[in-house]
C-alpha cells in the first residue's frame, strides 16, 4: 500500500455547480416569469421569497441577474412588480395572483415546464 492514508479520497475533481441551481444564472430552473424583456420574478433557492430580479446587461452580451426586491409574500410581489412597470399584460398578473400568499407555501416547483422561461408552481 502506498504512503497514502485510507481516509483519503484517490480522485480529487473540482466540484461543478450546474448552472440551473444559481439564482443569478440564466438557466435558474425556478423562474416563474419574465415581465419584460431584462426582468424576471424567480423563487429563492430555498424557496423563502420571491425575488424580482433584472438583468445587468442586454442579451446577447454578457450579464448575470441581479436582485432589485426581495419578497416574502405574494401581495408585495404585486405591489413591487406594479411600481416597477412589470404588469402590463394579462399573463404576468395572472400568474403572480396565482401564487401561493406565501413563498415559503411553495411546495413544488416543475423545472419540466412546456415554457422553458417560466416554471409551474
Known sequence: MSGRNKNQCGDTQAM???PAFRERDDLYI???V???DRWRVIL???GLQFIVQKRSA???NAGVWAGKSYC???NSLIDVCSHLGLLEDA???AVLHALPDRASDTKIFHASSAN???GDI
Open 16 to 18: 461543478v455547480v450546474d
Open 30 to 32: 425556478k423562474v416563474i
Open 34 to 36: 419574465r415581465p419584460k
Open 44 to 46: 429563492c433557492k430555498h
Open 58 to 60: 442586454k442579451t446577447p
Open 72 to 74: 416574502t409574500t405574494r
Open 91 to 93: 399573463h404576468t398578473e
Open 116 to 118: 422553458p422561461n417560466t
